[in-house]
């Protein structure tokens, strides 16, 4: 956990003062609304379809024990009674009153939290591998990166009115659980023949309209010029970024209409006055940074414990639950555990205050009192003892926070939808609802294995849709709310996007198509060890659309019969 | 008239300037801003006017057609035809850090209080608040915020090489 200085402190403090005075001031009518959206949108605050929806930044998804209680907190005492964890690792509140929210502000200032370009026109929360730190497979750790990217968009005086939002993913381990092939600017942290740490950077990629995956613009940036090159690629998009079309003012519109091998040369032309300027980064700012992170104090552990095993091999309760919520650890005897926040019944990615107080109790008994949040919607333990994990199991399943599903269809990625966005063409959660109660059976989502079902009420694409190996989309079709379903998307190395069947169904229509699809893929899929997606891959989109769309044709109309 | 802020202060003298339009004849006299295009095309016969004449640049406009005129320019002014549109923010620091202009750099359009540390973090010394904004209680928010992370034109050194002592 990254701990702020008084300087650090002071900004986000001032912050508050800052938005208390904006508040008041559109209260007393001084401020118009059209003048306060943008000011408002920069502190997270969307007026929502029931009231304003508070978005809560959690920078790169880390989290110590504290914070979880403050948001627990809040959501008791300013809304009513639960969080929902979004697909960029913030949190959201859905009740707060306009009034309450410089209180809430200052509330998350006190435990080292802001809400600073959760929205709006800007360089919003960086996001990261929920796993960095502890991966085997990771090569550098991102957390200092991200921290450093934090400080630098933090109030950026040149890129605050960009034209439109824009975010940055780092991963830096070689499996990409960060998903930055569809981000704005992705960042994969790598080491060079000579052991120094540099970024191969991505630009364009992202999911909304126009979904792309992002270009590679730079083979190594040495780190010393990570925030010069930054500069140099914000200044060519707020420069020439189009804003006369909001649909049309992503960066990877921009990339797309020069061309990477153009932009890419443009941002080095404009890198070229910027490099080895102030901006220049120094080993001592490196080293500033990780010596604020608190890091776990490791135990050495046998890489074996006796007890897991037992358990391991007596209760097949507690072996679905490791096999898909428990996760590997760089050290030995360690583990990382996945709390589901996925249970039947209940909205993608939400929490109780009830659920978040006793998940920082279980950070704070297991995890040297620190947690992530995943872009999949789910709360990370991260460093915890193999012999730990049948307690935490145990009270995870009491607090309902141990459905083993992860990387299951169930797992689903899901927006808030029509039933609180008021961007929303159709509500998301009834549908996620309706697909794991129709899927419920632990041993047949079990046997249909790795599948990533992702769910967006409008072409935002907040849900994801795009990269789910299934993703089901809201439109809107003369007032109705249906649901387009492609198949094919992935995140990750692999990334790709999904092509949509044909044409939407209605809401209760969902589950019976999801079945079918998995159907198909039951039926054809080389042996249990080929994923949905990969038999997608390999066999196409046709064997799906006729499975899908052979029982659905409709009778025709009366009149027509009649003709 | 919007209200003028120099150097972090109210204007106390009156402004002299006069902002003329794309298509606006130029008086024969009197201290005018005048737009990039009128600029290039008749640069000489501005100059051999009674009065200084100053640029106005759109959201668009290259500032870097500006570089070889500083010499003769004391004043640029940068419009910003909606406070969302944040090109102008570039256009300040390529004008101040890049191409070096020492002149008066204004700030003029859509500009609200709530700009103001950003602007002034970019290099603007003048900003010609909207008509409707106080000026008077504007002044407060250049101190919205004491620190800021990144290099600015106001303070080239960002926080990271000011907190180790380490300066570029």
Known sequence: ?563 | MPTLIKHRKLATAADTWTLLQEGEAFPASGDVIVPLSLWLGKREVLLKRVGRTGVWLKPEDEPALLAHDFAVLPLIAVHFPAFTDGRGYSTARLLRERHGFGGELRAFGDVLRDNIFYLSRVGFDAIALREDQDAAQALGAFGDFSEAYQSSVERPQPLFRRRTGLSA
């Open chain 1, 1 to 563: 956990m990254y701990q702020y200085d008084e300087i650090d402190q002071g900004i986000v403090d001032e912050r508050v003062a800052q938005f208390r005075d904006q508040t008041r001031r559109y209260l007393a009518g001084k401020l118009s609304e059209d003048d306060f959206r943008p000011l408002r949108l920069q502190n997270g605050l969307y007026i929502q379809r029931h009231a304003p929806m508070l978005r809560v930044a959690i920078p790169y998804g880390l989290l110590s024990a504290r914070q979880l209680r403050k948001l627990a907190h809040i959501a008791r005492t300013y809304d009513r009674g639960y969080g929902h964890f979004s697909t960029r690792q913030n949190i959201q509140f859905n009740w707060p009153t306009l009034e309450s929210v410089p209180d809430i502000l200052a509330e998350l200032a006190s435990v080292e939290m802001h809400a600073i370009q959760t929205s709006g026109n800007c360089v919003r929360n960086t996001t990261t591998d929920h796993f960095a730190g502890i991966a085997p497979d990771e090569i550098v750790d991102s957390f200092v990166w991200c921290e450093l990217i934090r400080q630098w968009s933090t109030l950026h005086p040149e890129f605050t009115f960009l034209p439109r939002k824009f975010k940055i993913a780092v991963t830096g381990a070689t499996t990409d659980r960060a998903a930055i092939q569809v981000h704005d600017i992705g960042l994969q942290a790598v080491k060079n023949a000579a052991g120094e740490t540099g970024f191969r950077v991505l630009v364009g990629g992202g999911l909304g309209r126009t979904p792309i995956i992002g270009h590679f613009i730079r083979a190594f940036l040495p780190w010393q010029h990570l925030l010069s090159y930054l500069d140099a690629v914000l200044r060519v998009y707020n420069r020439y970024g189009r804003r006369d079309n909001k649909y049309k003012a992503r960066i990877k519109i921009l990339v797309k209409e020069l061309t990477p091998a153009v932009f890419a040369q443009k941002v080095e032309e404009e890198w070229a006055h910027l490099k080895d300027g102030p901006a220049t980064l120094i080993t001592e700012e490196i080293e500033r940074i990780e010596a604020r992170f608190t890091r776990p104090q490791y135990q050495v552990l046998k890489a074996n414990d006796v007890e897991f095993d037992v358990a391991l091999a007596t209760r097949p309760g507690f072996a679905a639950w490791v096999k898909r919520n428990v996760h590997a650890h760089k050290l030995p005897g360690y583990a990382a555990v996945t709390l589901s926040l996925k249970k039947t019944g209940v909205a993608p990615g939400d929490a109780t205050a009830d659920q978040m107080d006793a998940i920082a109790a279980l950070a704070d008994s297991y995890s040297f009192g620190e947690l992530r949040v995943s872009h999949e919607q789910n709360l990370i333990l991260a460093d915890v003892r193999k012999s730990d994990l049948l307690a935490i199991w145990q009270a995870a399943k009491t607090l309902g926070l141990a459905t083993p599903n992860i990387g299951l269809l169930t797992n689903i990625i899901a927006c808030p939808g029509g039933d609180f966005c008021s961007l929303a063409n159709a509500k998301s959660l009834p549908v996620a609802d309706a697909i794991t109660r129709r899927f419920d059976d632990l041993d047949y989502l079990h046997d249909i294995g790795e599948l990533d079902l992702n769910i967006s009420g409008c072409i935002n694409s907040c849900g994801h849709h795009h990269v789910g190996h299934i993703g089901v989309l809201g439109v809107d079709k003369a007032g109705e709310e249906w649901y387009q379903v492609s198949i094919g998307g992935s995140q990750g190395v692999d990334a790709s996007l999904g092509k949509v069947l044909g044409p939407s169904f209605a809401q209760e229509e969902i589950p019976d198509v999801i079945e079918k699809l998995i159907d198909c893929y039951i039926e054809r899929r080389d042996g249990d060890a080929e994923r949905f997606i990969d038999t997608v891959r390999r066999i196409g989109l046709e064997p799906f659309k006729q499975q899908v769309y052979a029982r659905a044709t409709r009778t025709p109309a009366p009149e027509t019969l009649s003709a």
